[in-house]
């Protein structure tokens, strides 16, 4: 996963998010022009997060550089917004959280994760409805 791409195996601010991309990067084979074009349209964060999300789609895409450069190209257009995606991937935590909670506990547990805030999964009911 994108934590594993961190230095010390955490993520506990946005620079350890960010220095988690620039490993993720040459990782998934995005160009460093196709990456400073993203940061430059979507802003550095607006980036990382849209790089996360092909990270954590990993074999649906084939091209990430070229995915990534098609969604830049949106953006420019104003017909890509990060947030849909944001939302995709927490749905989808969340939805890992749920089958999890349905089987028994092994020694791995849920070691790694991450607590979702009732405020958040409110948040969440609302960009879904």
Sequence with gaps: GWRDLAKDGEIRNWRDFLAAAEVAR?????SPSAWHE???VLGEKHAAITLAGIHQ???EI???GGYLRSLTDKARAGKFSVWPMIMALLNAKLEADKAAARTPATSEGREGGFEVSDALRQSIKKWDS
């Design 26 to 30: 040459p990782f998934l084979g995005v």
């Design 38 to 40: 993203a940061c430059e």
């Design 57 to 59: 789609r990993g074999d």
């Design 62 to 64: 084939n091209s990430p």
